[in-house]
């Protein structure tokens, strides 16, 4: 079946999508390691019965289309109505580009890395400063009204004027009946978001295009939204005009710095996908079993949570998580240290579920040194000590069974080196499944180490990722030679696949490097993937 791949009379695009052609295909995918092209049959992609953990769309444009004729429109509906609106602003044209970090990008200056020194804030950073304006990328929030509401960088008070001038750029154009998408200007592009009755601003100068840059505004303003709802924001704008929204947000900024650093350095966020701890099935079923049965009438998610990877998810028959609330979630329990000292109950608004109201979060550790947090999302506020007793009875139950002791080795090793794969010159790759939402990536290489090392890794992927998904003019593939290192991206209705080669690597190397690399991840999926996501 292999073979036939490499075929003259067959080849990959065949008239189904897959990599064997139409007459050789198994209804059994186990019989062969050989992976299929469409949506269902690609590593990854669970069991054929098995349910689907998020909100379901079968490309990356339908969970991020944007809805221009009403750019305003939010969801207030039940999970369906959730289903591939992530509103993401729309650009009517992107430069070529040639790399997706350019030298300038490269020299990060000094001033960057201060942002993350013991994760305080550069409040006191001066604005009128070069060292201010060198910075990368900047991100504002202000209200309709020109009030500042967030900077990532400085004061918002002494970035008052900016905002007020930003701000009336937004009305002058709107005001022609017209809507302001971006400026570019000296090497930079000013990308504007008007989400009423909020105003995103972002100020790069780097390669990203308007696109990338208006979606990381979108999670921005869902970060806001998160914590207040948009029923409460858009209350307290209409009583007053004016109205300093840091009031209601004051202490928060912690969760949006951290937000714009996942940004930077998550593949996850740009694919819309998580990635998973790599378990044995056999434990991982155990764990959702017994997530399973300590259930409440309330529950409506149950996550496991293993740092920045999921050990599993159990939900409510018919309800879905769309992949943006649970990265919010995801940057919630990252950046806040709190709950590692006792069991948490906070409100959290999961915007891409629900705009209008609060969820309540019961989320607590499995133990006090572990990284194993579990969160319990119900609909009921007053139900804290249910809650409280639903952990303890998974937790019973799994310290009786062996799955434990195996959840704790794969802790200690939550990722896995790419020379597994037995690809010498493969470096890296990430792999995303279209029907599962997950996706895998090995540990970083030394060349990537390095933090602006790995932020240019993940800005190479990103240029890759919006070739794929160019508005205008998508490609299926992209091969891209570089001096540090080669690069190719492939994107099929099952699957998106980067990868990241050895500079000596050929175009020839890197197409049977594919195939190798497809059929490991065929093999490996049971340990890499949730291929069987249960629900109550």
């Known amino acids: 079946m292999a073979a036939d791949v490499h075929n003259k009379g067959v080849t990959w695009d065949t008239m189904n999508g897959s990599l064997a052609p139409v007459d050789r295909l198994r209804s059994d995918r186990s019989d062969s390691p050989t992976p299929g092209l469409v949506e269902g049959t690609e590593p990854g992609a669970g069991q054929e019965h098995a349910q689907h953990m998020f909100v379901h769309a079968q490309s990356f444009e339908d969970l991020t289309a944007d809805s221009e004729s009403n750019p305003d429109s939010e969801l207030t509906g039940s999970s369906h109505s959730a289903l591939g609106e992530s509103e993401e602003g729309e650009t009517k044209e992107e430069e070529q580009r040639g790399g997706a970090d350019n030298e300038e990008e490269q020299k990060e200056p000094e001033e960057e890395k201060q942002e993350v020194q013991s994760g305080v804030r550069l409040k006191e950073e001066d604005v009128t400063s070069e060292a201010w304006r060198r910075h990368k990328k900047h991100v504002f929030v202000l209200s309709e009204a020109g009030k500042p509401i967030y900077t990532r960088y400085g004061t918002e008070e002494a970035l008052s004027t900016t905002m007020g001038v930003m701000m009336a750029l937004v009305s002058f154009v709107e005001a022609e009946k017209n809507i302001i998408r971006a400026i570019h200007a000296d090497g930079c592009r000013v990308v504007f978001l008007h989400k009423s009755p909020l105003v995103l601003v972002g100020v790069s100068r780097s390669s990203q295009s308007d696109r990338e840059l208006s979606r990381e505004l979108q999670y921005v303003y869902y970060q806001i939204v998160s914590l207040l709802t948009l029923t409460q ?277 890197a197409m049977s490097a594919v195939t190798k690399l497809l059929k490991w991840i065929r093999k490996e999926e049971e340990r890499l993937f949730i291929l069987n996501p249960l629900t109550y």
């Open 233 to 509: 924001l858009n209350h307290v704008f209409q009583h007053k005009q004016n109205y300093d929204l840091r009031r209601l947000l004051a202490g928060s900024e912690h969760l949006t710095d951290s937000l714009l650093r996942l940004l930077d350095r998550d593949p996850g966020l740009l694919l819309n996908a998580v990635m998973s701890l790599p378990l044995a099935s056999s434990a991982r079923d155990v764990v959702s079993a017994s997530l399973q049965a300590a259930k409440a009438k309330s529950l409506v998610f149950s996550i496991l949570l293993a740092g920045n990877r999921l050990v599993t998810l159990v939900r409510k028959k018919d309800q879905y998580l769309h992949h943006m609330d649970l990265h919010l979630l995801f940057n919630l329990v990252g950046s806040s240290s709190s709950f590692r000292e006792g069991e948490g109950w906070t409100p959290i608004c999961l915007p891409k579920f629900n705009t209008a109201g609060f969820f309540h979060a019961h989320i607590s550790y499995l133990e006090p040194k572990s990284d194993l947090c579990l969160i319990l999302v119900s609909t009921d506020r007053e139900d804290f000590f249910n809650l409280s007793a639903c952990k303890r009875r998974f937790l019973e139950r799994l310290r009786k069974r062996s799955a434990y002791q195996a959840l704790q080795e794969a802790l200690r090793t939550p990722t896995y080196p790419v020379s597994q794969v037995g690809i010498p010159e493969l470096w890296h790759f990430v792999y995303k499944s279209k029907s599962s939402g997950l996706y895998t990536s090995p540990e970083l290489p030394v060349p990537y180490q390095r933090e602006e090392e790995h932020e240019r890794l993940i800005g190479l992927y990103r240029y890759l990722h919006s070739c794929l998904h160019h508005p205008t003019r998508p490609l299926r593939s992209v091969y891209r030679c570089g001096d540090t290192e080669n690069l190719f991206a492939w994107a099929t209705s099952g699957f998106e696949l980067y990868l990241c080669f050895s500079p000596l690597g050929t175009k020839a190397l």
